[in-house]
């Protein structure tokens, strides 16, 4: 993983907003259009069912970064090997 000059950048404020908390609010509409489903029948006759449906997911949350990487190992390109990372997680369907 190499990081750039516009990561470098940016780096300091990431980390800020990952230390304070990112709140989330998604929103996602998912839409299924024409499945059809074709299944025999005791007569012979097939049967096929026609659905379409519509999915609104909403999720509210906040992720927050408990522990990060030192700033070293980011330098040494070896943020894997930190055992100092712990992600925090609080999502609910809305």
Do not use: Q, W
Request: net charge positive.
């Amino acid at each position: 993983m190499c990081l750039g000059a516009a990561a470098l950048r940016k780096g300091p404020e990431l980390i800020r907003k990952l230390k304070e908390g990112i709140n989330l609010d998604i929103v996602r509409t998912l839409a299924e259009h024409d499945n059809t489903l074709t299944l025999p029948s005791p007569m012979g006759v097939p049967i096929s069912l026609n659905v379409s449906s519509v999915i609104v997911l909403k999720l509210d949350g906040m992720v927050k970064a408990k522990s990060l990487p030192e700033l070293s190992d980011f330098l040494l390109r070896r943020p894997y090997l930190s055992r100092n990372i712990e992600i925090m997680t609080d999502i609910t369907p809305g």
